[in-house]
Nanobody, 111 residues
Framework: VQLVESGGGLAQSGGSLRLSCIAS????????MSWYRQSPGKEREVVAT????????YIADSLRGRFTIFRDNVQKRLYLQMDSLKPEDTAVYFC?????WGQGTQVTVSS
């Protein structure tokens, strides 16, 4: 099983980034998937979760309206669209599914 995130980087406050996670080694379409993030000195927190068929989505209350989660079960990809970024969104973002974690991708938002 492998989850590989990409799309992180440096963004300005108010900007956008789209994270991508490519899954392999398991039947992606059968599993709910999630994005988590972890800032220095803080616990890892859930950002968003999407059901296996993409029909149900959860976004953390504080991020609703700015972040969107979606998936492509044919391409075996999970996405996180992040808009109106704020400096407090700076964190390492992780893809999670089937009890596995990706290595994370760093997002840094400058003020």
């Amino acid at each position: 099983v492998q989850l590989v995130e990409s799309g992180g980087g440096l963004a300005q406050s108010g900007g956008s980034l789209r994270l991508s996670c490519i899954a392999s080694g398991f039947t992606f379409r059968r599993y709910a998937m999630s994005w988590y993030r972890q800032s220095p000195g803080k616990e890892r927190e859930v950002v968003a979760t999407i059901s296996s068929d993409g029909g149900t989505r959860y976004i953390a209350d504080s991020l609703r309206g700015r972040f969107t989660i979606f998936r492509d079960n044919v391409q075996k990809r999970l996405y996180l669209q992040m808009d109106s970024l704020k400096p407090e969104d700076t964190a390492v973002y992780f893809c999670n599914g089937n009890s596995y974690w990706g290595q994370g991708t760093q997002v840094t938002v400058s003020s």
